[in-house]
C-alpha cells in the first residue's frame, strides 16, 4: 500500500539541490552518450573487421525487415534453418516500417535488411549506404474492405480503378501513412488513379499492417494489405473481406541489401547469399503457408527477377 | 552521435516554427490526460478519502481491489477498454474505439487508482485527533473531512500529478484504444506517445524527439510546481 | 441522587431536569467490551465526574457522550431526545476540550477562532464572544500573543477558552489537567471552578485522579472496567465506597483481606490473611469474609508502644510496626509501615501485612521517622471501611 508517496517538505534549499542532482544526471548521460557514439564510429571505419561477440562465441548479425513480414510468420521458419546452417551467428530481427529499416541499414545498426520498397531502396543504393542488393521474392498486395463494400469494388481487376472508385464515393479509407512498404504501393495506386486523397473518409494510422487490419475491421474501412498478413489475421477479422486481388501493378517484390556500415559485413553477405540459395528458395519459401492457408504467401524469385 | 544532435536541432526548429502537426498532438495529449485526471480526482478523492477514515464490512475486500488497480499493468487496462467498446464488446454500438473519449475511458483506469491510493494513504496518516476535535467543537461532517483533507492536501496533490504523469506517458493502452489516427496531416488521436512510436518505426526522429523535448519540460515543469506546494505554509499543530 | 443545586437557585425542591441520559450504551473493539453502561445520568447544570483508571474505558465513554462515536448498541438522549453522531445540532450544543488539545501555530485569538469558525458567524460576532470569553477567563492580555511563547497552563486555558467561546450547554472535558505540571494544576483546577460556577451549563469531567473529581465535582461516577460501579456525590464515594475497586481507587490506599471472628454490640473483630486482628463497626457474620479499607490520612502514629498494654484510648486498634519508607507528599509525609507484632506470628503477605499513613512533616519530625524505626500505627475503629468482599 501507497503511504505517503513523496518525501517530506523541500525547502528552497532542496530546490537548488534538486537541480543539481537533475544536471549531473543529465551530464552524466550525456557523457556516457558521447564516448558510446565514440566507439561505434570508429567500428564503423573498420566495418567488418571490429564484430561483437556476445553469445556464448557467436557474433550477433542484425536483421532490419518489415512489420508486415514479420506478420505472415516467415521468420518463424527462416530464421531457424539459417541459424542452423550457420550457428556462428546470433541472429536479431528488428521488425519496423521500411522506411525507418532503411535508416538503420544507413547507420550500421542493422547489417543487411530484407524489405520491399522499390523507390526508397533505389535511393538508399544510389546514396550509396547499399553495398548488395538481390531479388528474393515477391507476395501480391490486395484490397480489403467491409462486406457492405459502398464503393462496389468488389470482384475489379483494375486496382487504381478501384482506388478511383473508393475516392470518388467517399468511402472510409485507413493508410498505414508510415514509409513501409505498403504505403509506398498505395501512394504509386492513387497516382496511377489520379488522386490525392483528402477528406475526413482518408485516415492514417501511421501504425503496422496487422493494427491498420485491427482498425479497419472496427470501422469498417478499406485498406490496402499485404496478402502475407491478410491470411494470417484474417479469421479474427470477422468484419473484412477480400475484394480486389490479381492486379500486376499490386505486385510486391522483396529485396535483400546488405548495409555498407554493417558491423558484421559477413554475416551480412552469408544471409543475402543464402537467402537466394535454390534450397531455401525451393524448400522454405516456396513452401511457408502451404500447409496452413492451402497457398504459400510468398513466391521465390531470385532466379528469374533483376 | 550524429543522429542524436540532428534530432534535437530538428526538433526545436520544429518547435519553435510551431509546427501544426506537433502542437495537435501536443495539446490532445494534455487534453485526454487532463480530462482523464480530473475524473480521476472527482471518483479517487472520494473514494480514497472514504476507505482512510470508515470500516465497514467488506472494506479489506475494497482496499484489495484499489491496490490492485494500482499494481495492474497499464496495457492490461488498454486491453479491458479495448474490448469492451469493441465491436464485438458490450459498448460497440457506442462507436467510441479510435476517439479520444476512448482514449480518455482508458487514461482514467490508469490515474484514477493511483490518485485514489495516494489519497487513502495521505488521509489515513493524518492523526484521528484532528477529526475529532473538529467535531467536538461543533463541525459537521462535511467541515471535519474538509480539515482532514487541507491536512493531507500535499500528499494528494502528490497523487494527482502522479496520476496525470502515469495518464499522459501512457502508450500502449491508448495506442490500442487510440490506434493514433491523422487525417490529410491533421492529428486524430494521435497523442505524442503513440505519435512518438510510430514516428520512430517510420525513422523520422525529429518530430518523435519534438514530442521528447516536450514530455521532459513538461516532467520539470509538473515537478517544480509540485516541490513548490511542499514548501507552501501548513498548518502546524503544537505538542501541549 | 439529586445534585446540589448552584447558584443557590430556590428550585432545589422540583425533581432536576436531565441534560444527557445513556442507556445501554455498548462498545467493543474486536472483542474486547470496551463501554458497557447500563444508565447514566448527567443532570443539568451539574458537574460531573467520570472516574477511573486509565484502560477503564473513560476516554471512550466520554466520546460517547460527546456524540465523537458511534456506539455498537444503545442510545444516548439530550433533554429527552435521542441523538447520535449524525445529530449536528445537538452536538453543537456541546464544546469539548480534549487532554491533547489541537491548538496550532498563530496566535491565542486564532485558536480560540477556529471552533467558531465551523458555525459560520459573521466575523464581528464572532470577535465579541472571543472577547467575552477572554475576560471570562482572565487572559485578555494574551489575545494577540504567539501560541509558542505560552506555558502549558496557558495553552490549556486558551483550549478551554476555545470551548467556551462557542458558548456551549454542555461541556465535556477529558483529563483536563493530566498533562500539567503538578504545581499549575491547582491554579488551573481554581480558574475552571471560578469558570464553571459562574456558567449555566452541564459539564463532564473525565479523570483519573480522585483529588481532582474531589476538588471539582458535585457528583462522581466511578468506572472500572467500563461500567459504572458507584455513583454518588463525592463524599458519599470517598467515605463510603461500595467495593475495593471505588475504595482503592478513591484513595483508601490499605486494603485488607479477612474473616470475621465475632461481632458484639456493633463492634467486630476481624483477622485478617497477614494475621492482623483488627476492630471495625460493623454488621458481619461470623466466619464471613470482609474487605477493610482504611484512607492514609485516619492512620495516626505514634512512638512504639506495648501492644499487650495500649494504654486507655478511644482507639480500638493500635498496632506495632516497623517503619519501611518516608516519602514527601507536598506538605505532608507518607509512610509505610509494615506490621511485624502480630499476634500468632504469621508471615507477612506483601501489602496485607502494611499500612499507609499520611502524617503532617512536622509530626514527622518531631518523631523521628526513617526506615526501620519502631512505630506504633492507630485507625479508630468507626475510621475502617468495611466492604463486602
Redesign the interface.
Known sequence: ??????P?????R??LG?GIVVALALVLGLAV??TA??SS?EASTTAGSETTTSVAGKTDLVLAST?STQDSGLFDVLIPAFTEAFPKYNMKVVA??S??A???GQ?GDADVLLVHSPAAETEFMTAGYGMGRKAVMYNDFIIIGPPSDPAKIKGMTDAAAAFKKIADSQSLFYSR????GTNAKELTLWKAAGVTP???W???????MG?TLT?A???GGYTLADRGTWLAKKDSL??LELLVEGDKALFNQYHAITCQAAKNMQGANDFMNWIVSPYVQQNIIATYGLDKYGRPLFIPNAATAQ | ????WDAIKQAVSLLVHGDRYVYEVMWMSIRVAGTATIFGMIVGIPIGTWLAIRRFWGWGAA?TVL?VG?MLPPVVVGLFVFLLL???GPFGSLSL??TSTAMIIAEFFIAAPVIA??T???V??VPK??R??????????W?TIWLVLREAR??II??IV?GFGAAISEVGAV?MVG??????GHN?T?TMT??TM????????ATAMAFGLILILLAFII??L??RT??GV??????? | MAPVVRKGDDTAQAPPAVAIEARGLLKRYGDRTVVAVESLQVYEQEVLAILGPNGAGKTTLF?LL???ERPDAGSVFYYGKEVDI?A?PA??R?????Q???????SVEDNIR??LR??RLPRSEATAKIRRTLELMGITHLAGAD??TLS?GE??RV?LA??LA?EPEIL?LDEPTS?LDVHVRRRFREDLRRVVDSLAATVVIITHEHSEALALAQRVAVIQDGSVVQMGTPEEVFTHPQNAFVADFTGAETIWHGETMACEQGLCTVRTQAGVLVQAVGDLAEGQPVVLAIRPEDVALAPSVDEQQPGLTSVRNQWCGVVDSVTPAGPLVRVVVRLDCTAGARPVFGGEGEVISLITRASADELELAPERRVSASVKATALHVLAG
Open positions: 500500500m501507497i503511504g505517503s508517496a513523496l517530506g517538505r523541500l525547502h528552497c532542496g530546490n534538486l552518450l558521447v557514439c565514440g564510429s512489420t519496423v516500417g522506411g525507418e532503411l535508416k538503420l547507420t501513412g508510415d514509409k513501409s483528402s477528406g475526413d482518408y485516415q492514417t494510422t501511421g501504425q503496422g493494427e482498425i475491421d472496427q470501422k470477422e468484419n | 552521435m550524429g543522429v542524436f482496499a491496490n494500482l469493441s465491436r464485438q474505439l479510435y491510493a495516494i487513502m494513504g495521505g489515513a496518516s485527533d484532528v475529532l476535535q473538529a467535531m467536538g467543537l461543533g463541525a459537521s461532517r467541515q500535499v500528499t502528490s497523487g502522479a495506442m490506434g493514433n489516427l491523422s487525417i490529410a486524430q494521435g503513440t505519435a510510430s514516428l520512430v518505426r517510420q525513422g523520422e526522429y515537478t517544480f509540485l516541490t511542499q514548501q501548513r498548518r502546524r499543530w503544537l505538542q501541549s | 466520546r460527546a456524540l465523537l449524525h449536528l452536538r453543537r456541546t464544546a469539548a476540550v480534549f491533547r488539545p489541537l491548538l496550532f501555530q498563530g477556529f471552533g465551523f458555525r501560541m509558542r502549558g495553552m490549556q483550549a476555545r470551548a462557542l465535556f498533562n
